[in-house]
């Protein structure tokens, strides 16, 4: 029986051993191990709170945005012209189109709600790539008129770039049957030099009318030709 015993004893002795030196510190682990997965879980819990939060926020702030606000008030360009300082516009842009020789010398006009050009009935939208550069030219010279004899600070300059859309323009694909007339070109530039007044009016052209006096404005031919016309924009810079 003694034998037994101390054979008995000597295995709870290893038992409580492997207990003391394995299975506890494994359960410790283990533990730590569910402890820290519980903390995953409810750290992802709060992350999907904080995201759906984030786009009922977002939602809020789309519809803030976009929200009529009577109390704000709304700036419309258009207001500030009385009446008739849009039928001047109007009128002096009709008479234009027709001393600019505009085929069929059609009635014109600048439409209010789109401060745009009609001519003839057809909205200015539905012609030609040159037609509508041609009337454009004729709508921002008529602008920088009434400036100069009614605006606070008249810049008393206009820049035009190719106003008349030559079919030798690369950048922009037209047919002949959208781009002006000789007719309109040339009387465009005499109508542009006789009426230019106390203004400033650069025109960057490729090609002008040649039936045209051009005693009264300054031409600079850009020719990237050393001796002839002007080598460039920049003096300094060459090819």
Same mark, same amino acid.
């Given at each position: +029986?003694?034998?037994?015993?101390?054979t008995?004893n000597? $295995?709870?002795?290893?038992?409580t051993?492997?207990i003391?030196?394995?299975?506890?510190?494994r359960?410790?682990e283990?533990?730590?191990?569910?402890? #820290?997965?519980?903390? *995953?879980?409810?750290?992802?819990q709060? @992350?999907?709170?904080i995201?759906?939060m984030?786009t009922?926020?977002?939602v809020d702030?789309?519809?803030?945005?976009?929200?009529?606000?009577?109390?704000?008030q709304k700036?419309?360009a258009?207001?500030?012209?009385?009446k008739?300082?849009?039928? &001047?516009l109007?009128?002096?842009?009709?008479?234009?189109?027709?001393d600019?020789?505009?085929?069929?010398?059609?009635?014109?006009?600048?439409?209010?709600?789109?401060?745009?050009?009609v001519?003839?009935?057809? %909205?200015?939208?539905?012609e030609g790539?040159?037609?509508?550069?041609?009337?454009?030219t004729? +709508?921002?010279?008529?602008?920088?008129k009434y400036l100069?004899?009614?605006? &606070?600070? #008249?810049?008393?300059?206009?820049?035009?770039?190719s106003? @008349?859309?030559?079919?030798?323009?690369k950048? *922009?694909?037209?047919?002949?049957?959208?781009?002006a &007339?000789?007719? +309109?070109? &040339?009387?465009?530039?005499?109508? *542009?030099?006789?009426?230019c007044?106390?203004?400033?009016?650069i *025109?960057a052209?490729?090609?002008i009318?040649?039936?045209?006096d051009y005693s009264?404005a300054?031409?600079?031919?850009?020719?990237?030709?050393e001796g @002839?016309? $002007?080598?460039?924009?920049?003096?300094s810079? %060459?090819?």
């Amino acid at each position: +029986m003694e034998a037994e015993l101390k054979t008995l004893n000597a $295995r709870n002795d290893n038992i409580t051993k492997l207990i003391t030196r394995q299975l506890r510190p494994r359960a410790a682990e283990l533990r730590e191990t569910v402890d #820290a997965y519980k903390r *995953i879980l409810l750290t992802r819990q709060d @992350i999907y709170a904080i995201e759906r939060m984030s786009t009922e926020l977002s939602v809020d702030v789309f519809d803030k945005e976009h929200e009529e606000d009577d109390t704000t008030q709304k700036f419309d360009a258009k207001e500030q012209f009385d009446k008739d300082a849009w039928k &001047t516009l109007s009128d002096r842009f009709g008479s234009m189109v027709k001393d600019c020789a505009y085929p069929n010398k059609p009635d014109a006009h600048i439409y209010i709600d789109t401060v745009d050009a009609v001519v003839g009935g057809k %909205h200015k939208k539905n012609e030609g790539k040159g037609y509508r550069a041609f009337l454009n030219t004729i +709508m921002l010279f008529n602008l920088m008129k009434y400036l100069e004899e009614h605006g &606070t600070y #008249a810049p008393h300059l206009l820049i035009l770039d190719s106003p @008349i859309l030559s079919l030798k323009e690369k950048r *922009i694909k037209m047919t002949s049957k959208e781009a002006a &007339t000789p007719g +309109m070109k &040339t009387s465009l530039f005499r109508y *542009i030099i006789e009426n230019c007044g106390d203004n400033q009016v650069i *025109i960057a052209e490729n090609e002008i009318p040649e039936d045209v006096d051009y005693s009264k404005a300054n031409l600079i031919e850009f020719t990237l030709e050393e001796g @002839i016309g $002007r080598y460039g924009f920049l003096k300094s810079e %060459h090819n």
